[in-house]
């Protein structure tokens, strides 16, 4: 292993002194300045490093802050042209105390760093003393203090840039314009920066706020707090307001949490600043407390959709629909309710309550249409009454005389019976009669029915002297059967506690019946009892078959397999 000759320290296998060495030599060259009154000429100090690896150079000159000049590396590694000939800068050329000509410009050198003499020296080169820097005649006129022609301010501004630089009051404000028309809250960040005491005040922006993206609502500018007098009629879109035109401008004093600030005709409402802000107030001003104000607003209450009062016009539920969509849809419709209804039609003989001695003798036939539960009345025509008969109304849903406008209630099949009143938007008729069809319907739905609206069916035939139907005691018989169902299911599951396919029965029915339907055709019926050996042959479960048969030849199984699962 190879030791370094300069610095003694060891070197890697393979490596070479030179690969690492880098020669500095500080150094400065001179710039004219024809198009300035002050000054001539400038000196540019800059440092010139030199890379033994490859014999390349680069001058760059050290970052002077607000300067004004583009600094940093003037030259970048590269190796430098010595002559018209070719030639090359060499390690050897550099010394100091003598110029060096790069690329036009003349730089002269006047010392090097510590390892630099020592590595040259190591060389056999014979160094020239060191000279001393020249320092830039401008720089240093601009450090001798400046001549006042005027009394002395006591106030230092020079002082209160360099003490406040790049230290900024970071306020968080709102602006509520609620109160103009289209106006709404929004959300700024006012900055006020202590070196010159402007102020400036920036938009917040949120995603998909419809606003333009500009950054800024005020760019930073000294802001006027009291204008003088004749400052009202200043032409202020032309010209600057001066310091004659302002009595008082705005200071960091004026902006406080939780105290609204007027600037430029808007009231700012201040509810927050940042910790360094915090810290500033409390040092130099004395105020530790400014808490954060919760500016926030809670949502409003959901106003609750209420709909408007009906017009009148068409039924209220077409109505309505004006009001959920732009386009008014049509309500939705018991699909299927009309399909199982589709052409059941209810019709009856009613006579029109008048005191027009005309209007007793007319007869009119209502039609009650299941599927839509519309009504239409007819008038039929008689010949030398002097009144036109045909349609007396549409189809359309009757309300009811005492239900609401907002929540109506129309008339049902259960409202038509004999001797019933029905109240036709302000016209009363008498039900007098009713067809064989609306006499089956009754029969087959007497539950919905009222016990007025059976009786009038059975007085009604009993007057005319035909055998009414018996709509009261078909109610009865159903809930007969019904007990005397239950009690045979409850007898033969005492009988048949142990049967030992109880637990598969509805299992085995239920693969037969694809559809669900809960009834199964006889055949399929005993087939499936022999196969799980139930004993049909017995007097009870002959009985509960009989009980359980349909008129279609089929048989409900929910209520058989009850009395073998208990």
């Known amino acids: 292993m190879v030791s370094n000759p300069v610095h003694g320290l060891p070197l890697l296998p393979g490596a070479s002194f030179k690969d690492s060495t880098v020669l500095k030599f500080d150094a400065y060259f001179r710039e004219d300045v024809p198009i300035s009154t002050e000054e001539h000429y400038r000196i540019r100090q800059v440092n010139i490093y030199y890379y033994l690896e490859d014999d390349s150079m680069s001058i760059i000159e050290p970052i002077v802050e607000n300067s004004g000049m583009p600094q940093g590396k003037l030259i970048k590694r590269q190796r430098l042209a010595k002559n018209d000939v070719g030639d090359h800068y060499h390690w050897k050329d550099l010394n100091r105390g003598i110029n060096i000509t790069i690329y036009g410009r003349t730089f002269r050198i006047v010392d090097c760093d510590r390892f630099t003499q020592v590595f040259l020296e190591s060389q056999g080169i014979e160094l020239n003393p060191p000279e001393k820097m020249v320092l830039d005649p401008y720089t240093e006129l601009r450090k001798q203090p400046v001549r006042k022609y005027v009394t002395p301010s006591d106030f230092d501004q020079l002082k209160q840039f360099l003490t406040y630089d790049k230290q900024v009051l970071r306020f968080y404000a709102i602006w509520d314009d609620t109160d103009s028309m289209f106006g709404e809250c929004r959300t700024y960040i006012i900055h006020y920066y202590l070196m010159d005491d402007t102020v400036e005040i920036r938009e917040v922006h949120v995603r998909n706020d419809g606003r333009d993206p500009f950054p800024l609502l005020m760019n930073r500018q000294h802001m006027p707090k009291v204008l003088a007098e004749n400052a009202k009629n200043f032409p202020q879109c032309v010209l600057e307001i001066s310091d004659q035109e302002v009595l008082e401008w705005y200071t960091a004093k004026d902006f406080i949490v939780g105290k609204p600030l007027t600037i430029l005709g808007r009231t700012f409402f201040i509810y927050d600043c940042d910790p360094f802000t915090r810290q500033y107030y409390k040092e130099k001003f004395g105020i530790s407390d400014l808490p954060r104000i919760d500016v926030s607003k809670q949502e409003p209450p959901p106003v609750k959709q209420e709909l408007p009062p009906y017009n009148g016009y068409g039924l209220v539920e077409d109505s309505a629909q004006n009001c959920f969509a732009l386009i008014p849809k049509a309500p939705k419709k018991d699909v299927i309710k009309m399909l199982i209804n ?19 003798d007319r007869r009119f036939i209502f039609s009650y249409f299941l599927a839509t539960d519309m009504i239409s009345i007819f008038e039929p025509p008689v010949r030398n009454s002097g009144i036109i008969g045909g349609k007396y109304l549409g189809r359309t849903k009757v309300v009811k005389p005492l239900s609401t406008a907002d929540n109506p209630v129309y008339y049902g099949p259960d409202d038509f019976f004999i001797g019933a009143v029905i109240d036709v938007f302000g016209h009363r008729f008498t039900i007098l009669d009713i067809d ?25 035939f009993r007057k005319q002297g035909a055998p009414g139907p018996e709509l009261e005691n078909k109610q009865a018989k159903e809930d007969a059967s019904v007990q005397e169902l239950e009690a045979l299911i409850e007898t033969i599951q005492k009988q048949l506690k142990d049967h030992s396919c109880k637990d598969n029965i509805r299992e085995t029915f239920q693969v037969y019946d694809k559809e669900a339907t809960g009834y199964v055709d006889k055949e399929t019926f005993f087939k499936v009892c022999e196969s799980l050996h139930v004993p049909v042959d017995d007097s009870l479960t002959k009985e509960l078959i009989r009980m359980c048969s349909h008129d279609e030849g089929k048989i409900s199984y929910y209520n058989f397999v009850r009395a073998f699962s208990n």
Do not use: G, T, W
Request: aromatic share 10%.
């Open 342 to 360: 589709d052409n059941k039609v209810l019709r009856y003989l009613a006579a029109l309550e008048s005191p027009i001695p005309e209007d007793k």
């Open 436 to 460: 064989e069809y609306v006499v089956k319907y009754m029969e087959s739905n007497a539950a919905q029915y009222s016990p007025e609206a059976l009786s009038s069916i059975q007085n009604h």
